[in-house]
C-alpha cells in the first residue's frame, strides 16, 4: 500500500494539469469588485481557487462543509457542527489565516478560527490562497489562507433572495438577502440562521449525540457609494454561535460555548494623479463564554477588541509594474477571566510588487517588516513567478517567510502563559503546474514548509503546562486539483471536479507524522445537469491520521458519499428546490477519535430567487 | 479525455484501498494476571480510552490493553486509578463517572459503578464489603465534593458524605480512611479523617497534599506546596502524622520553589519525585531533601521489594514507559513500553 500514493502522484503529474474548480457565478457579473484586490494582483504565482456561489449554497450548513467537500484543507471536526479546526497542508490550525475582505479575523485567544461559527452565505466570494501569505495577510498565513469577500458593482442590480431549509436531527435554516444599486449606491443586506438539535444517532453504537445542539445567526451589511475620484465602503457583520458539545463514544458533553463577533471596515478610496489610495478603519469584536457545565450558569470568557487603522497606495508603472505600499496600524485590546487584561500594539510596514515582463512571464516580490511589538518581530519576504508556456500550460513557483506571533492564550494564560515566547517562522516552497485543454483544467502543486520554533503546550515541572517554542516540523506534499466540463448536448452537461492531496507533515524531533493530519485526502463532485434540472453526488475519502505522537493510534479512513438534487422553476421570480441526501451508505466515521459523526440524514432547501 | 477521468477515478480507488491497511493483530492475553504490575493508563485526554498493562513478577510476560484484550470493550475515558478487594480490582474511570469492576486474577468483567458518582478520582476498601471513593463533583464547584461510599456486596453507593474540596489519594488505617484534599483544579491543605459515614477529624498540613504513606502508625504526607503561578507559592513540605492521636508531629519543609510529588516507601527509606529527581530520605534521619539517586522526569513512582518503578508519560500524547530501577544499586534493570498516560503503579499478588 506503501506504494500507492506514489502511483497516484504519478498519475497526476502524467496526465499533468488546474482547476479553478469551478466557473464561478460572480465572475459573470460585470464590474464586481473585491474590498481586498491584493488577492487578485500580488498572487500570480500562488495558486488561488475559487468557490463558486452554487457549491456554497449546495453546503451552507457551515464554512467546514463548505471547504471540506471542495478544496484539499482537512478539517478535525469535533463531532458535527462542533470546534472545527483546519490543516492545510500539514499546518496546525494556527497556520491557517482566515481573511475577511482582506482584514485577518483569526482569534486574539486561540490564533485561530473555528469554522463552524462561520455562516458561508454571508460573503459573494471564498477563495482559497494556498501557501504562504504571510506578507500581506500577517500571523498565521503559513499554509495558506482563507478569503471571504464581500464584492461591489455599480451596474443595475436588485436581487432578494430567500432560502429555507429543513433536514434531519431537526435541523432548519434559513436565509434573506437583498442587493440594490441604484446611483452611485451599492447596498447589500442579508441575515441567516441555522438551528439543529443535532441529535444523530452513533452508527451501530446504540448511543445517540444527546448534547450537540446548535444555534447560529449571522447578519451582514455591505455598502458602497461612488465617488468623484473613488469609492467608500462599508462592510459589516454579526455572528452568533450557541452551541452544547457534544460527548464522546465514553463521556457525556456537558460543555457548551457562546460565542459573539462583530466586524465592521470603512474604506475610502481615491485617485490621487497616478496612485491609487486607500485608508481604511476596521474594528473586530470577539466575545466567547465557556460553560463548562450547560445546565449552570458559571462560565469562563473573555472579549477583545482589536482597531485597525491603515493607509496604502498602489501605482501601475507603464502598465507593467505594479507597487503598492502599505502601512498598518493594529491594536489589540483583550480581557478574559484566564488572560487577565492585556494589549498588543503592531505596526506593520508592507511593500507589494508585481513586474508584468510579458504576456507570458510575471513576477512579484514582497516584503513586511512590523514594528512595536514586544517580541522580536521577523522580517518577512515572498517572491512568486508565474510563466505562462503556452496557451495551455502554465508554471508558477513561490516562496516565502511566514511567522505565527504567540496568541494571548500562550502569553498570559492563567496558569501557564509564557510572555516569553517568540513568533513561529517557516520557510516555504511551491511550484504549481497549470493546464488547461479546452474544459479540462488540471493543477498539480509541490510544495515543502519548514517551521521552527513551534509553539507547543508541555508539562513542566509540577504538572503545569507551559507554550515553549520547541518543535521544529517539515511538510512536504503535493495537492492535485482537476475539474472538466462535458457538454452532452444542447440540454444536457456533465461537470467533474476532484481534488487529492497527499501530506507529509513530519515533527522533526520524533521523526513521527504529526498528529490529525491524514497522508491521503480526496473529494469529487460528480454533476449531471439536464436544463434546469441538476443531479450530483459527492464523495469524500479522508485517509487515517494519527491520534498519539508516536503514531501508535490513530483514527481510522472512511468514505463517505452524499447525493443531491435540484431543480429550478424557470420563471420570474425563479424559484429553485432540492434536497441532499448525506452520508448514503450510513457509514460510521469519525473525525476525531471516538467523537462520531452523522449517520444518514436528508437536507432540503426552497430557494426564491426574487 | 476519457483516459484522465479513468485515472482520476483509479487515484480515488488507490487512496480508498489504504482503509484495508489496518494490521490488527490479536494481542497475547495470559492465562492469568496473578502475581505482577498493573499500570493503570489515562489514555488521551479528550478524545479515548484509557487502559491497563500488565507485566508479571518474573517480566517474561507483558500484556498491553488487558481489559479490553478480555472483554471486548473499553473501559472509558481517563482510567485514573484502581484499587483492590478480595478477588476484584476497581478501576476508576474518572472522565466517564464510572468504575469499572474486574476479577484481579482473570480480569473479566465483573459489574460497573455508574450512578452517584461525579468526576470519582480513587478509591479503597475497608473490613471486606465497604469501598470508598473520592469525588471532585463539579471542579468549579468546590462546595459539592464528596465520599461515595459503596456496598461491595451490591456494587452500589450506598451513601455520600461531603468533604472539604479536592479529595484525592486515600489511605487505610485502623478502620478509618484518611483522604488527602489535594485541591483539584485549585489547592488545599487537609487531610480527613473518615470513620464509617462521617468525617471524624480534619488534619491540617501543607499545601498540596499529594501523596501518602503508611508506616506503623505514622502517616506521611508530601505536600506539594502551591506553584508559583498562584502568586502565593509556597514551599513542598513531607508531614508526619501521628495516627494514634491523629496530629502533625513534624514538618519538614522544602525550598520555596521546590514542589515534590510522588511520595512511596521501601523498608525504611521514603522516595519522591522533585525537579527531575527521585530523592531518598531515611525515615530515621530525615532531613529534605535527601540524597538524589535517580534522574528522570517521572509522573508517579512506587517503590517495592528493592526496587523502584517509575511511569514516565513522555509528551502526555504518546505510548509512556515503566522503568524499574534496581535501588541497591539505583541502576535501571528494564524498560516496557505503557499505554498512553501511564499514571497509576499497583501490585497484584
Given at each position: 500500500?506503501?506504494?500507492?500514493?506514489?502511483?497516484?502522484?504519478?498519475?497526476?503529474?502524467?496526465?499533468?494539469?488546474?482547476?479553478?474548480?469551478?466557473l464561478?457565478?460572480?465572475?459573470?457579473?460585470?464590474?464586481v469588485?473585491?474590498?481586498?484586490?491584493?488577492?487578485?494582483?500580488?498572487?500570480?504565482?500562488?495558486?488561488?481557487?475559487?468557490?463558486?456561489?452554487?457549491?456554497?449554497?449546495?453546503?451552507?450548513?457551515?464554512?467546514?462543509?463548505?471547504?471540506?467537500?471542495?478544496t484539499?484543507?482537512?478539517f478535525?471536526?469535533?463531532?458535527?457542527?462542533?470546534?472545527?479546526?483546519?490543516?492545510?497542508?500539514?499546518?496546525?490550525?494556527?497556520?491557517?489565516?482566515?481573511?475577511?475582505?482582506?482584514?485577518?479575523?483569526?482569534?486574539v485567544?486561540t490564533?485561530?478560527?473555528?469554522?463552524?461559527?462561520?455562516?458561508?452565505?454571508?460573503?459573494?466570494?471564498?477563495?482559497?490562497?494556498?501557501?504562504?501569505?504571510?506578507?500581506?495577510?500577517?500571523?498565521?498565513?503559513?499554509?495558506?489562507?482563507?478569503?471571504?469577500?464581500?464584492?461591489?458593482?455599480?451596474?443595475?442590480?436588485?436581487?432578494?433572495?430567500?432560502?429555507?431549509?429543513?433536514?434531519?436531527?431537526?435541523?432548519?435554516?434559513?436565509n434573506a438577502?437583498?442587493?440594490?444599486?441604484?446611483?452611485d449606491?451599492?447596498?447589500?443586506?442579508?441575515?441567516?440562521?441555522?438551528?439543529?438539535?443535532?441529535?444523530y444517532?452513533y452508527?451501530?453504537?446504540e448511543?445517540?449525540?444527546?448534547?450537540?445542539?446548535?444555534?447560529?445567526?449571522?447578519?451582514?451589511?455591505?455598502?458602497?457609494?461612488?465617488?468623484k475620484?473613488?469609492?467608500?465602503?462599508?462592510?459589516?457583520?454579526?455572528?452568533?454561535?450557541?452551541?452544547?458539545?457534544?460527548?464522546?463514544?465514553?463521556?457525556?458533553?456537558?460543555?457548551?460555548?457562546?460565542?459573539?463577533?462583530?466586524?465592521?471596515?470603512?474604506?475610502?478610496?481615491?485617485?490621487?494623479g497616478?496612485?491609487?489610495?486607500?485608508?481604511?478603519?476596521?474594528?473586530?469584536?470577539?466575545?466567547?463564554?465557556?460553560?463548562?457545565?450547560?445546565?449552570?450558569?458559571?462560565?469562563?470568557?473573555?472579549?477583545?477588541?482589536?482597531?485597525?487603522?491603515?493607509?496604502?497606495?498602489?501605482?501601475?508603472?507603464?502598465?507593467?509594474?505594479?507597487?503598492?505600499?502599505?502601512?498598518?496600524?493594529?491594536?489589540?485590546?483583550?480581557?478574559?477571566?484566564?488572560?487577565?487584561?492585556?494589549?498588543?500594539?503592531?505596526?506593520?510596514?508592507?511593500?507589494?510588487?508585481?513586474?508584468?515582463?510579458?504576456?507570458?512571464?510575471?513576477y512579484?516580490?514582497?516584503?513586511?517588516?512590523?514594528f512595536?511589538?514586544?517580541?522580536?518581530?521577523?522580517?518577512?519576504?515572498?517572491?512568486?513567478a508565474?510563466?505562462?508556456?503556452?496557451?495551455?500550460?502554465?508554471?508558477?513557483?513561490?516562496?516565502?517567510?511566514?511567522?505565527?506571533?504567540?496568541?494571548?492564550?500562550?502569553?498570559?494564560?492563567?496558569?501557564?502563559?509564557?510572555?516569553?515566547?517568540?513568533?513561529?517562522?517557516?520557510?516555504?516552497?511551491?511550484?504549481?503546474q497549470?493546464?488547461?485543454?479546452?474544459?479540462?483544467?488540471?493543477?498539480?502543486?509541490?510544495?515543502?514548509?519548514?517551521?521552527?520554533?513551534?509553539?507547543k503546550?508541555?508539562?513542566?515541572?509540577?504538572?503545569?503546562w507551559?507554550?515553549?517554542?520547541?518543535?521544529?516540523?517539515?511538510?512536504?506534499?503535493i495537492?492535485?486539483?482537476?475539474?472538466?466540463?462535458?457538454?452532452?448536448?444542447?440540454?444536457?452537461?456533465?461537470?467533474?471536479?476532484?481534488?487529492?492531496?497527499?501530506?507529509?507533515?513530519?515533527?522533526?524531533?520524533?521523526?513521527?507524522?504529526?498528529?490529525?493530519?491524514?497522508?491521503?485526502?480526496?473529494?469529487?463532485?460528480?454533476?449531471?445537469?439536464?436544463?434546469?434540472?441538476s443531479?450530483?453526488?459527492?464523495?469524500?475519502?479522508?485517509?487515517?491520521?494519527?491520534t498519539?505522537t508516536?503514531?501508535?493510534?490513530?483514527?481510522?479512513?472512511?468514505?463517505?458519499f452524499?447525493?443531491?438534487?435540484?431543480?429550478?422553476?424557470?420563471?420570474?421570480?425563479?424559484?429553485?428546490?432540492?434536497?441532499?441526501?448525506?452520508n448514503?451508505?450510513?457509514v460510521?466515521?469519525?473525525?476525531v477519535?471516538?467523537?462520531?459523526?452523522?449517520?444518514?440524514?436528508?437536507?432540503?432547501?426552497?430557494?426564491?430567487?426574487? | 479525455?476519457?483516459?484522465?477521468?479513468?485515472?482520476?477515478?483509479?487515484?480515488?480507488?488507490?487512496?480508498?484501498?489504504?482503509?484495508?491497511d489496518?494490521?490488527?493483530?490479536?494481542?497475547?492475553?495470559?492465562?492469568?494476571?496473578?502475581?505482577?504490575i498493573?499500570?493503570?493508563?489515562?489514555?488521551?485526554?479528550?478524545?479515548?480510552?484509557?487502559?491497563i498493562?500488565?507485566?508479571?513478577?518474573?517480566?517474561?510476560?507483558?500484556?498491553?490493553?488487558?481489559?479490553?484484550?478480555?472483554?471486548?470493550?473499553?473501559?472509558?475515558?481517563i482510567?485514573?486509578?484502581?484499587?483492590?478487594?478480595?478477588?476484584n480490582?476497581?478501576?476508576v474511570?474518572?472522565?466517564?463517572?464510572?468504575?469499572?469492576?474486574?476479577?484481579?486474577?482473570?480480569?473479566?468483567?465483573?459489574?460497573?459503578?455508574?450512578?452517584?458518582?461525579?468526576?470519582?478520582?480513587?478509591?479503597?476498601?475497608?473490613?471486606?464489603?465497604?469501598?470508598?471513593?473520592?469525588?471532585?463533583?463539579?471542579?468549579?464547584?468546590?462546595?459539592?465534593?464528596?465520599?461515595?461510599?459503596?456496598?461491595?456486596?451490591?456494587n452500589?453507593?450506598?451513601?455520600?458524605?461531603p468533604?472539604?474540596?479536592?479529595?484525592?489519594?486515600?489511605?487505610?488505617y485502623?478502620?478509618?480512611?484518611?483522604?488527602?484534599?489535594?485541591?483539584?483544579y485549585?489547592?488545599?491543605?487537609?487531610?480527613?479523617?473518615?470513620?464509617?459515614?462521617?468525617?471524624e477529624?480534619?488534619?491540617?498540613?501543607?499545601?498540596?497534599?499529594?501523596?501518602?504513606?503508611?508506616?506503623?502508625?505514622?502517616?506521611?504526607?508530601?505536600?506539594?506546596?502551591?506553584?508559583?503561578?498562584?502568586?502565593?507559592e509556597?514551599?513542598?513540605?513531607?508531614?508526619?502524622?501521628?495516627?494514634?492521636?491523629?496530629?502533625?508531629?513534624?514538618?519538614y519543609?522544602?525550598?520555596?520553589?521546590?514542589?515534590p510529588?510522588?511520595?512511596?516507601?521501601?523498608?525504611?527509606?521514603?522516595f519522591?519525585?522533585?525537579?527531575?529527581?527521585?530523592?531518598?530520605?531515611?525515615?530515621?534521619?530525615?532531613?529534605?531533601?535527601?540524597?538524589?539517586?535517580?534522574?528522570?522526569?517521572f509522573?508517579?513512582?512506587?517503590?517495592?521489594?528493592?526496587?523502584?518503578?517509575?511511569?514516565?508519560?513522555?509528551d502526555?500524547?504518546?505510548?509512556?514507559?515503566?522503568?524499574?530501577?534496581?535501588?541497591?544499586?539505583?541502576?535501571?534493570?528494564?524498560?516496557?513500553?505503557?499505554?498512553?498516560?501511564?499514571?497509576?503503579?499497583?501490585?497484584?499478588?
Open positions: 500500500m506503501k506504494q500507492n500514493w506514489l502511483h497516484i502522484v504519478f498519475i497526476f503529474f502524467l496526465c499533468t494539469a488546474s482547476a479553478y474548480a469551478q464561478d457565478s460572480i465572475q459573470h457579473l460585470p464590474e469588485m473585491l474590498t481586498d484586490s491584493k488577492l487578485v494582483h500580488f498572487s500570480k504565482g500562488f495558486k488561488l481557487e475559487k468557490l463558486s456561489d452554487s457549491l456554497v449554497k449546495r453546503n451552507a450548513t457551515s464554512l467546514t462543509e463548505t471547504l471540506r467537500y471542495n484539499s484543507i482537512y478535525k471536526e469535533n463531532g458535527f457542527g462542533m470546534v472545527s479546526s483546519p490543516s492545510f497542508r500539514g499546518t496546525n490550525a494556527a497556520q491557517t489565516a482566515v481573511v475577511w475582505n482582506g482584514i485577518n479575523i483569526n482569534s485567544f490564533g485561530q478560527t473555528d469554522f463552524n461559527t462561520i455562516s458561508p452565505l454571508n460573503y459573494n466570494e471564498i477563495s482559497i490562497r494556498s501557501g504562504g501569505g504571510g506578507v500581506q495577510y500577517g500571523s498565521g498565513a503559513v499554509g495558506g489562507s482563507i478569503h471571504l469577500n464581500n464584492t461591489y458593482s455599480f451596474k443595475k442590480i436588485d436581487t432578494t433572495e430567500v432560502g429555507l431549509r429543513y433536514g434531519s436531527f431537526s435541523t432548519v435554516g434559513g438577502s437583498t442587493t440594490q444599486t441604484w446611483g449606491h451599492y447596498l447589500n443586506i442579508g441575515v441567516d440562521f441555522i438551528s439543529s438539535e443535532n441529535d444517532d452508527v451501530g453504537k448511543q445517540r449525540n444527546n448534547h450537540g445542539q446548535f444555534v447560529r445567526f449571522a447578519a451582514k451589511v455591505n455598502e458602497a457609494r461612488k465617488l475620484r473613488g469609492v467608500a465602503t462599508w462592510n459589516s457583520e454579526y455572528t452568533y454561535n450557541d452551541r452544547n458539545f457534544s460527548g464522546s463514544l465514553n463521556t457525556k458533553g456537558k460543555d457548551a460555548y457562546k460565542d459573539i463577533t462583530t466586524r465592521n471596515l470603512w474604506q475610502l478610496q481615491q485617485k490621487v497616478v496612485f491609487n489610495t486607500k485608508g481604511s478603519v476596521a474594528h473586530l469584536f470577539e466575545q466567547y463564554n465557556y460553560f463548562p457545565e450547560s445546565e449552570n450558569p458559571f462560565n469562563t470568557g473573555g472579549k477583545a477588541n482589536t482597531f485597525i487603522g491603515a493607509f496604502q497606495s498602489e501605482v501601475l508603472l507603464q502598465k507593467k509594474i505594479r507597487i503598492n505600499g502599505k502601512l498598518e496600524y493594529t491594536y489589540v485590546k483583550a480581557e478574559g477571566d484566564n488572560v487577565g487584561d492585556n494589549s498588543r500594539k503592531t505596526l506593520a510596514a508592507v511593500l507589494l510588487m508585481n513586474y508584468k515582463l510579458s504576456e507570458k512571464f510575471n512579484g516580490i514582497n516584503f513586511r517588516q512590523e512595536l511589538n514586544d517580541f522580536d518581530n521577523p522580517f518577512l519576504f515572498s517572491a512568486d508565474k510563466y505562462s508556456v503556452s496557451k495551455n500550460y502554465a508554471l508558477r513557483i513561490n516562496g516565502s517567510k511566514n511567522y505565527r506571533v504567540p496568541t494571548f492564550n500562550d502569553l498570559y494564560w492563567y496558569a501557564g502563559g509564557n510572555i516569553d515566547l517568540k513568533p513561529e517562522t517557516s520557510y516555504q516552497v511551491e511550484l504549481g497549470e493546464v488547461s485543454v479546452g474544459k479540462l483544467k488540471v493543477d498539480v502543486a509541490a510544495y515543502y514548509i519548514s517551521s521552527e520554533d513551534l509553539i503546550w508541555i508539562p513542566g515541572n509540577g504538572g503545569l507551559q507554550p515553549v517554542n520547541i518543535s521544529k516540523t517539515r511538510n512536504y506534499g495537492e492535485a486539483v482537476l475539474g472538466y466540463f462535458l457538454k452532452l448536448n444542447n440540454k444536457q452537461s456533465l461537470d467533474f471536479n476532484a481534488n487529492y492531496s497527499y501530506t507529509k507533515a513530519e515533527d522533526l524531533e520524533k521523526e513521527k507524522q504529526l498528529i490529525y493530519v491524514p497522508f491521503h485526502k480526496t473529494s469529487s463532485t460528480i454533476e449531471y445537469n439536464f436544463k434546469h434540472f443531479f450530483y453526488i459527492q464523495g469524500l475519502f479522508n485517509g487515517e491520521a494519527y498519539a508516536d503514531n501508535s493510534e490513530s483514527v481510522a479512513s472512511y468514505t463517505i452524499n447525493l443531491g438534487a435540484q431543480y429550478t422553476l424557470p420563471f420570474n421570480p425563479n424559484i429553485t428546490f432540492g434536497g441532499r441526501l448525506k448514503v451508505f450510513n460510521y466515521y469519525e473525525n477519535a471516538y467523537r462520531p459523526m452523522p449517520s444518514r440524514s436528508i437536507q432540503i432547501f426552497l430557494n426564491f430567487n426574487i | 479525455m476519457k483516459k484522465i477521468i479513468f485515472m482520476a477515478f483509479t487515484a480515488l480507488l488507490f487512496a480508498a484501498c489504504n482503509s484495508d489496518d494490521n490488527v493483530q490479536s494481542e497475547y492475553i495470559p492465562a492469568a494476571f496473578a502475581k505482577g498493573f499500570i493503570t493508563n489515562e489514555g488521551p485526554f479528550n478524545n479515548g480510552s484509557g487502559n498493562t500488565y507485566i508479571s513478577e518474573d517480566y517474561s510476560t507483558v500484556a498491553q490493553n488487558i481489559y479490553r484484550n478480555v472483554n471486548g470493550t473499553e473501559l472509558g475515558n482510567v485514573q486509578s484502581m484499587g483492590f478487594n478480595d478477588d480490582a476497581y478501576i474511570v474518572s472522565n466517564s463517572q464510572k468504575i469499572v469492576i474486574a476479577n484481579r486474577y482473570t480480569f473479566q468483567s465483573v459489574d460497573s459503578i455508574k450512578t452517584d458518582l461525579n468526576n470519582p478520582r480513587y478509591f479503597v476498601s475497608i473490613g471486606g464489603n465497604k469501598g470508598y471513593v473520592s469525588n471532585w463533583g463539579d471542579p468549579n464547584d468546590n462546595a459539592d465534593d464528596y465520599l461515595a461510599v459503596v456496598d461491595l456486596r451490591t452500589t453507593v450506598s451513601s455520600t458524605i468533604v472539604a474540596f479536592g479529595p484525592e489519594r486515600m489511605v487505610t485502623n478502620n478509618k480512611i484518611y483522604v488527602a484534599h489535594q485541591g483539584a485549585g489547592q488545599n491543605n487537609l487531610i480527613s479523617v473518615i470513620s464509617g459515614t462521617s468525617v477529624n480534619t488534619i491540617t498540613v501543607g499545601d498540596v497534599p499529594n501523596s501518602m504513606v503508611v508506616s506503623g502508625s505514622t502517616l506521611y504526607v508530601l505536600c506539594g506546596g502551591n506553584p508559583s503561578y498562584t502568586g502565593t509556597t514551599a513542598g513540605s513531607l508531614v508526619k502524622i501521628d495516627l494514634s492521636i491523629g496530629q502533625v508531629t513534624q514538618t519543609s522544602l525550598g520555596t520553589t521546590q514542589h510529588s510522588s511520595l512511596t516507601m521501601d523498608g525504611t527509606n521514603l519522591y519525585n522533585l525537579d527531575g529527581k527521585v530523592y531518598k530520605v531515611n525515615t530515621a534521619s530525615i532531613s529534605l531533601p535527601g540524597t538524589d539517586i535517580i534522574s528522570g522526569n509522573y508517579t513512582l512506587q517503590a517495592k521489594d528493592g526496587k523502584l518503578y517509575a511511569a514516565d508519560a513522555k502526555f500524547a504518546s505510548k509512556g514507559s515503566l522503568v524499574i530501577y534496581d535501588l541497591s544499586t539505583n541502576q535501571q534493570i528494564q524498560d516496557y513500553q505503557t499505554g498512553i498516560v501511564p499514571g497509576g503503579i499497583y501490585f497484584n499478588e
